[in-house]
T-cell receptor, first 112, second 112 residues
Protein backbone atom coordinates (compact mmCIF):
# COMPACT_ATOMS: atom_id res chain seq x y z
CA UNK A 1 0.00 0.00 0.00
CA UNK A 2 1.29 3.43 -0.92
CA UNK A 3 1.77 6.01 1.82
CA UNK A 4 -0.33 8.51 -0.14
CA UNK A 5 -3.30 7.47 -2.26
CA UNK A 6 -4.95 9.73 -4.82
CA UNK A 7 -7.65 8.84 -7.34
CA UNK A 8 -6.10 9.45 -10.78
CA UNK A 9 -9.42 10.38 -12.38
CA UNK A 10 -9.98 11.68 -14.93
CA UNK A 11 -12.59 13.95 -13.41
CA UNK A 12 -14.79 16.07 -15.68
CA UNK A 13 -17.15 18.72 -14.32
CA UNK A 14 -19.12 21.58 -15.90
CA UNK A 15 -17.89 25.14 -15.58
CA UNK A 16 -19.11 26.79 -12.37
CA UNK A 17 -19.36 23.55 -10.39
CA UNK A 18 -17.67 22.93 -7.06
CA UNK A 19 -14.80 20.46 -7.41
CA UNK A 20 -13.60 18.21 -4.61
CA UNK A 21 -10.18 16.55 -4.89
CA UNK A 22 -8.96 14.17 -2.21
CA UNK A 23 -5.98 12.24 -0.87
CA UNK A 24 -5.73 9.66 1.85
CA UNK A 25 -2.55 8.74 3.68
CA UNK A 26 -1.35 6.08 6.05
CA UNK A 27 1.51 7.78 7.93
CA UNK A 28 0.05 9.40 11.04
CA UNK A 29 3.23 11.47 11.44
CA UNK A 30 2.41 13.60 8.38
CA UNK A 31 1.59 17.15 9.45
CA UNK A 32 2.58 19.35 6.50
CA UNK A 33 0.21 19.17 3.53
CA UNK A 34 0.44 20.75 0.11
CA UNK A 35 -1.48 20.88 -3.13
CA UNK A 36 0.30 21.41 -6.44
CA UNK A 37 -1.28 22.18 -9.81
CA UNK A 38 0.36 20.84 -12.97
CA UNK A 39 -0.74 21.97 -16.40
CA UNK A 40 -0.15 19.63 -19.32
CA UNK A 41 3.53 19.48 -20.35
CA UNK A 42 4.54 21.84 -17.51
CA UNK A 43 6.14 21.50 -14.10
CA UNK A 44 4.04 21.50 -10.90
CA UNK A 45 3.38 24.77 -9.07
CA UNK A 46 2.48 25.12 -5.41
CA UNK A 47 -1.18 26.02 -4.94
CA UNK A 48 -1.91 25.64 -1.23
CA UNK A 49 -0.03 24.75 1.95
CA UNK A 50 -1.51 23.80 5.32
CA UNK A 51 -0.05 22.68 8.59
CA UNK A 52 -1.77 20.11 10.80
CA UNK A 53 -5.58 20.01 10.82
CA UNK A 54 -8.11 22.59 9.74
CA UNK A 55 -9.08 24.64 6.72
CA UNK A 56 -7.25 27.22 4.68
CA UNK A 57 -8.88 29.41 2.07
CA UNK A 58 -7.29 31.30 -0.83
CA UNK A 59 -9.71 32.84 -3.28
CA UNK A 60 -11.72 30.07 -4.92
CA UNK A 61 -9.56 27.37 -3.35
CA UNK A 62 -10.01 25.75 0.08
CA UNK A 63 -7.67 23.14 1.52
CA UNK A 64 -8.99 20.95 4.29
CA UNK A 65 -7.09 18.49 6.51
CA UNK A 66 -8.69 15.83 8.70
CA UNK A 67 -5.83 14.16 10.55
CA UNK A 68 -8.14 11.86 12.50
CA UNK A 69 -9.30 10.30 9.22
CA UNK A 70 -5.94 10.75 7.46
CA UNK A 71 -7.75 12.56 4.67
CA UNK A 72 -7.08 15.84 2.89
CA UNK A 73 -9.21 17.70 0.37
CA UNK A 74 -8.95 20.57 -2.05
CA UNK A 75 -12.17 22.34 -3.00
CA UNK A 76 -12.43 24.60 -6.03
CA UNK A 77 -15.46 26.90 -6.14
CA UNK A 78 -16.87 28.41 -9.32
CA UNK A 79 -14.59 26.21 -11.40
CA UNK A 80 -13.18 27.69 -14.61
CA UNK A 81 -11.79 26.05 -17.77
CA UNK A 82 -8.39 27.44 -16.70
CA UNK A 83 -8.56 25.12 -13.67
CA UNK A 84 -8.20 22.13 -16.01
CA UNK A 85 -4.95 20.49 -14.87
CA UNK A 86 -3.58 17.63 -12.82
CA UNK A 87 -3.65 18.24 -9.07
CA UNK A 88 -1.00 16.62 -6.90
CA UNK A 89 -1.15 16.33 -3.13
CA UNK A 90 2.09 16.18 -1.17
CA UNK A 91 2.83 15.76 2.51
CA UNK A 92 5.59 15.26 5.03
CA UNK A 93 6.21 14.67 8.72
CA UNK A 94 9.16 17.03 8.90
CA UNK A 95 9.15 20.43 7.24
CA UNK A 96 11.38 20.29 4.19
CA UNK A 97 10.97 19.81 0.46
CA UNK A 98 13.29 16.78 0.47
CA UNK A 99 10.89 15.02 2.86
CA UNK A 100 7.76 15.32 0.69
CA UNK A 101 5.75 12.29 -0.41
CA UNK A 102 3.64 13.02 -3.48
CA UNK A 103 0.36 11.54 -4.59
CA UNK A 104 0.03 10.35 -8.18
CA UNK A 105 -2.25 13.24 -9.15
CA UNK A 106 -5.87 13.65 -10.25
CA UNK A 107 -6.52 14.89 -13.77
CA UNK A 108 -9.32 17.47 -13.81
CA UNK A 109 -11.16 18.86 -16.84
CA UNK A 110 -13.63 21.75 -16.55
CA UNK A 111 -16.12 21.65 -19.40
CA UNK A 112 -17.22 25.12 -20.68
CA UNK B 1 13.57 36.35 -15.44
CA UNK B 2 13.40 32.83 -16.89
CA UNK B 3 12.95 30.99 -13.55
CA UNK B 4 14.09 27.37 -13.83
CA UNK B 5 15.25 26.20 -17.24
CA UNK B 6 16.00 22.63 -18.32
CA UNK B 7 17.78 21.26 -21.35
CA UNK B 8 17.09 19.29 -23.41
CA UNK B 9 13.28 19.20 -23.59
CA UNK B 10 13.22 15.75 -25.21
CA UNK B 11 15.81 13.01 -25.55
CA UNK B 12 15.88 9.46 -26.84
CA UNK B 13 18.74 7.21 -25.76
CA UNK B 14 19.72 3.64 -26.39
CA UNK B 15 20.36 1.32 -23.46
CA UNK B 16 23.88 1.85 -22.14
CA UNK B 17 24.32 5.38 -23.47
CA UNK B 18 25.12 8.22 -21.12
CA UNK B 19 23.82 11.75 -20.95
CA UNK B 20 23.60 14.79 -18.72
CA UNK B 21 20.43 16.74 -18.03
CA UNK B 22 21.07 20.40 -17.38
CA UNK B 23 19.20 22.69 -15.01
CA UNK B 24 19.74 26.36 -14.27
CA UNK B 25 17.86 28.91 -12.15
CA UNK B 26 18.15 32.68 -12.11
CA UNK B 27 16.31 33.32 -8.84
CA UNK B 28 19.42 33.22 -6.61
CA UNK B 29 18.03 30.13 -4.87
CA UNK B 30 20.19 28.07 -2.55
CA UNK B 31 18.38 24.72 -2.84
CA UNK B 32 17.91 22.66 -5.98
CA UNK B 33 16.22 19.31 -6.66
CA UNK B 34 15.89 16.61 -9.28
CA UNK B 35 12.67 14.58 -9.53
CA UNK B 36 11.31 11.96 -11.86
CA UNK B 37 7.61 11.59 -12.65
CA UNK B 38 6.19 8.27 -13.80
CA UNK B 39 2.57 7.26 -14.44
CA UNK B 40 1.04 5.77 -11.30
CA UNK B 41 4.10 6.63 -9.18
CA UNK B 42 3.90 10.33 -8.54
CA UNK B 43 6.90 12.62 -8.24
CA UNK B 44 9.93 11.00 -6.65
CA UNK B 45 13.05 12.80 -5.49
CA UNK B 46 16.30 11.58 -7.05
CA UNK B 47 18.89 13.95 -5.56
CA UNK B 48 18.88 17.35 -3.99
CA UNK B 49 21.32 20.10 -3.09
CA UNK B 50 20.34 22.04 0.01
CA UNK B 51 23.01 24.65 -0.71
CA UNK B 52 25.92 25.21 -3.04
CA UNK B 53 28.61 22.65 -2.37
CA UNK B 54 26.33 19.96 -0.94
CA UNK B 55 24.37 17.13 -2.53
CA UNK B 56 22.29 14.36 -0.96
CA UNK B 57 20.42 11.30 -2.13
CA UNK B 58 16.68 11.31 -2.38
CA UNK B 59 14.26 8.42 -2.63
CA UNK B 60 15.50 6.93 -5.94
CA UNK B 61 19.21 7.79 -6.51
CA UNK B 62 20.41 4.51 -8.06
CA UNK B 63 21.70 4.92 -11.60
CA UNK B 64 22.13 8.68 -11.30
CA UNK B 65 24.82 11.16 -10.31
CA UNK B 66 24.55 14.89 -9.77
CA UNK B 67 26.82 17.91 -9.80
CA UNK B 68 26.08 21.28 -8.23
CA UNK B 69 28.28 23.21 -10.62
CA UNK B 70 27.66 26.59 -8.95
CA UNK B 71 24.75 28.32 -7.25
CA UNK B 72 22.76 28.53 -10.50
CA UNK B 73 23.34 25.11 -12.05
CA UNK B 74 22.54 21.55 -10.98
CA UNK B 75 23.07 18.72 -13.47
CA UNK B 76 21.85 15.12 -13.46
CA UNK B 77 23.91 12.43 -15.16
CA UNK B 78 22.87 8.99 -16.34
CA UNK B 79 26.08 7.00 -16.78
CA UNK B 80 24.54 3.92 -18.43
CA UNK B 81 20.91 4.48 -19.32
CA UNK B 82 18.36 1.71 -18.77
CA UNK B 83 14.75 1.42 -20.04
CA UNK B 84 13.60 1.79 -16.41
CA UNK B 85 14.92 5.36 -16.53
CA UNK B 86 12.36 6.32 -19.16
CA UNK B 87 10.53 9.14 -17.42
CA UNK B 88 9.87 12.86 -17.23
CA UNK B 89 12.57 14.60 -15.22
CA UNK B 90 11.90 17.82 -13.35
CA UNK B 91 14.36 20.19 -11.78
CA UNK B 92 13.20 22.55 -9.02
CA UNK B 93 14.73 25.24 -6.86
CA UNK B 94 13.85 27.14 -3.68
CA UNK B 95 15.41 29.77 -1.42
CA UNK B 96 16.05 27.06 1.17
CA UNK B 97 14.80 23.51 1.91
CA UNK B 98 11.71 24.82 3.70
CA UNK B 99 10.70 27.40 1.10
CA UNK B 100 8.41 27.01 -1.89
CA UNK B 101 10.07 25.12 -4.69
CA UNK B 102 9.70 26.26 -8.28
CA UNK B 103 9.76 23.65 -11.02
CA UNK B 104 11.20 23.73 -14.50
CA UNK B 105 9.27 22.56 -17.59
CA UNK B 106 10.73 19.05 -17.56
CA UNK B 107 12.82 16.79 -19.81
CA UNK B 108 11.08 13.86 -21.46
CA UNK B 109 13.55 10.99 -21.69
CA UNK B 110 12.99 7.70 -23.49
CA UNK B 111 15.50 4.88 -23.19
CA UNK B 112 15.13 2.18 -25.83
Amino acid sequence: QKEVEQDPGPLSVPEGAIVSLNCTYSNSAFQYFMWYRQYSRKGPELLMYTYSSGNKEDGRFTAQVDKSSKYISLFIRDSQPSDSATYLCAMSAIFGNEKLTFGTGTRLTIIP
Amino acid sequence: NAGVTQTPKFQVLKTGQSMTLQCAQDMNHNSMYWYRQDPGMGLRLIYYSASEGTTDKGEVPNGYNVSRLNKREFSLRLESAAPSQTSVYFCASGRDPTDTQYFGPGTRLTVL
